[in-house]
Structures are given as C-alpha cells and as structure tokens.
C-alpha cells in the first residue's frame, strides 16, 4: 500500500513540474519588453533597459535613447539588490546604454554603462562599470567599482573595490583589501599583499611616493 501511495505522490509531482516548466518558454528570437517572459536561445533585441527575470544565452542588442541623460543622475547606481535584479545575459551583450539592474553577464559586453551583481568575461563601458562580483578583464571610461573583484581592471579616472586579487590600472586605486598590484597616480589599500607604483602609494605599513609594497600578513594578537 505504502508503495502505491509512493508511486502515486512521484506521479502527481511530475505533472505539477511538467505544467511548471510549461510556463517558462523560450525562443529562438525575441523583443524586449515583453508581456510574457521568454527566456532566448538566439539572438534578442531590446528597447531600453526593460528586462524580467529572463535568461539570453546568445547575442543581446539593446538600443537606449536615454543614455544622454545619464551623466545628469545625481547619485551614484548601487549593485542591484537580489529582489530588483533582472537579466542574465551568457555570451554577447551589446548595447547603446547598458544594464542598469542586471543579474549575471557571462562573456562579452560591450555598452555604455553597466550595473550587474555578478559580471564574468570581458567587458568595454564608456562611463562605468558596477558589479558586486567583477571577474575578468574589464575596461571602463570613468571607473570601475565591485565588492569583489579577481582580475585585470582598467579606467581612465578609478577602480574601486573592497576586495581585489589582480591588477589595478587608473589614475586613483583603492581598496579595502588588495592582492596584487595597483599602478595610477594615487593607490590606497588598508590590506596590501602586492605592489604599488604611482606618484603616492599608501597601504598599512607605509606612505610612500614611486613604489611601495608588503608581502607580510597581519599576525594575530594574543
């Protein structure tokens, strides 16, 4: 008896996934926004930074004729919280403005801006590029900003994160723990393990202009 009510339950749950599953569809091509969330196999087009929780493996083209207005926020754009982020993007993401509350971009981007929790891969930002975790090689106008971060970073005016293992290229660095290396006119780090070379390098140890190092951990205090 036990057995049958076993199979019978097993029965049940597999309809309930199968109808489940139904509701998640996906299409070779799509457009965004749309009404029923499709995740893409293929090639998607986007009109402005309108995305659901949807998944584009293959080539994300968005075109945003709001990016003008983006030097004109106020404030600056946080990494997106769990809730509100949207998108995740596996392979090309192009676009004439970019995410501004993405979930996961794994390959190449390409855009003006970009605001994601995870970015992974390789990405080219005219202003700036905001990632909870920045992993990869990542080139930005302004700035590069992530609470962790493993990787080659580069930008014309800073590159901040509270956690970095690579390398740092800008005219500021800083960071609140560092393994590797910053190069710019100003480097700043409270935990150094690397090198610093700029006009002013400052970590735990020392202040010093040109080079600056330390390869030694904290101990520990009895």
Request: with cysteine; aromatic share 10%; proline share 3%.
């Amino acid at each position: 008896m036990k057995t049958k009510l076993s199979i019978i339950a097993l029965f049940i749950s597999l309809i309930i996934f199968g109808q489940e599953s139904l509701k998640i569809k996906s299409s070779l091509v799509t457009l965004n926004p749309q009404k029923i969330i499709r995740n893409t196999n293929g090639f998607n087009v986007g009109i402005l930074d309108d995305y659901q929780k949807q998944r584009i493996n293959g080539i994300n083209f968005q075109i945003n004729p709001l990016t003008l207005f983006y030097p004109l926020i106020p404030q600056a754009i946080s990494v997106p919280t769990e809730n509100k982020s949207t998108v995740t993007v596996n392979g090309l993401h192009f676009s004439t403005g970019g995410m501004m509350d993405g979930k996961k971009l794994n390959g190449l981007g390409i855009s003006m801006y970009h605001h994601s929790r995870t970015t992974n891969g390789f990405s080219v930002n005219f202003f700036n590029n905001t990632s909870g975790d920045l992993n990869g090689f990542h080139i930005s106008g302004f700035a590069n900003s992530s609470e962790k971060g493993i990787g080659l970073n580069m930008a014309f005016l800073g590159n901040d994160s509270n956690d970095f293992k690579g390398m740092q290229i800008s005219m500021c660095n800083e960071s609140e723990k560092m393994r590797g290396v910053q190069i710019g006119l100003v480097n700043k780090t409270k935990n150094l393990r690397g090198l610093q070379f700029g006009l002013w390098n400052v970590n735990e140890k020392r202040k010093f202009p040109i080079i600056n190092w330390n390869f030694k951990s904290k101990k520990n205090k009895s």
